[in-house]
Nanobody
Framework: QLQLVESGGGSVQPGGSLRLSCTSS??????????VGWFRRAPGKNRDLVAWINSRDGTRGVADDVRGRFTMFKDNAKNTVYLDMNSLKSEDTGVYYC?????????????????WGQGTQVTVSS
């Protein structure tokens, strides 16, 4: 069974940075065969897609509210996906989830992958 494990969350002040990591446990994940995304569940809100990599063509995308601040990339040799978060704001606070699916969605805006990690907490506060 595919299991994803996130790490790197924590508490930072506004303007700070964090790097989140996501890797698989149990067996190595072929990242080129899966579309991968980072989702965020802010307090009292739905779980929204923050960044993604489309396995169909390798294209990447980020949500409008994190564009220019968040960067997603992967290291196939380490079977790990990363989310670099810079210039963090209080509204970035939430639980961040890594998720993958072998079948890329038609529209990432409504994507709900099959496999999810347990999440890692990010708190941005002064």
């Amino acid at each position: 069974q595919l299991q994803l494990v996130e790490s790197g969350g924590g508490s930072v002040q506004p303007g700070g940075s964090l790097r989140l990591s996501c890797t698989s446990s149990g067996w190595a994940l072929d990242l080129d065969s899966f579309s991968v995304g980072w989702f965020r569940r802010a307090p009292g809100k739905n779980r929204d897609l923050v960044a993604w990599i489309n396995s169909r063509d390798g294209t990447r995308g980020v949500a409008d509210d994190v564009r220019g601040r968040f960067t997603m990339f992967k290291d196939n040799a380490k079977n790990t996906v990363y989310l670099d978060m810079n210039s963090l704001k209080s509204e970035d606070t939430g639980v961040y989830y890594c998720a993958v699916d072998r079948i890329p969605p038609i529209r990432f805006a409504t994507w709900r992958p099959d496999h999810w990690g347990q999440g890692t907490q990010v708190t941005v506060s002064s």
